[in-house]
């Protein structure tokens, strides 16, 4: 098992990943308040949320007139598990690299402390708080 602190360098270091990642793949949530928790962790580019009313074949069509490839970063819900399948499906059919596991690696780091990308801020300074890293 990892001390608080070993996991929190594990997911800063997948956060990193995330926002290196964000400068040429788009990055895919649910929802706004998901995009505005990455702002909050420093990922702030080629975030986009699922469209409302559109669905997920022509919105990963229209992903893939933009970018080779898309982090799939949905909640680690049943719904989230569901969505990120689709997704995957959706983009590899239009040729575009569907990368998960950054989602993964959240999904066993936050250990279903958390469900949702919502989360991840309260989550990482209540992780920092309990390593002695405020």
Known sequence: ??????????VLKVLDEIERLSSEAAIVVEGLKDIEALRRLGIDKNVVALGRGRSIVAFCEDLAKEHDEVVILTDWD???GHLART??????????????????????????EIKDVEGLPAFLERLRTAAGRP
Do not use: D, F, W, Y
């Open 1 to 10: 098992m990892l001390s608080p602190l070993e996991r929190l360098e594990q």
């Open 78 to 80: 049943r719904k989230g």
């Open 87 to 112: 997704l995957k499906e959706a983009l590899t059919t239009n040729s575009v690299k569907a990368l998960e596991s950054p989602r993964t690696q959240l999904v066993i780091l936050t250990k279903k």
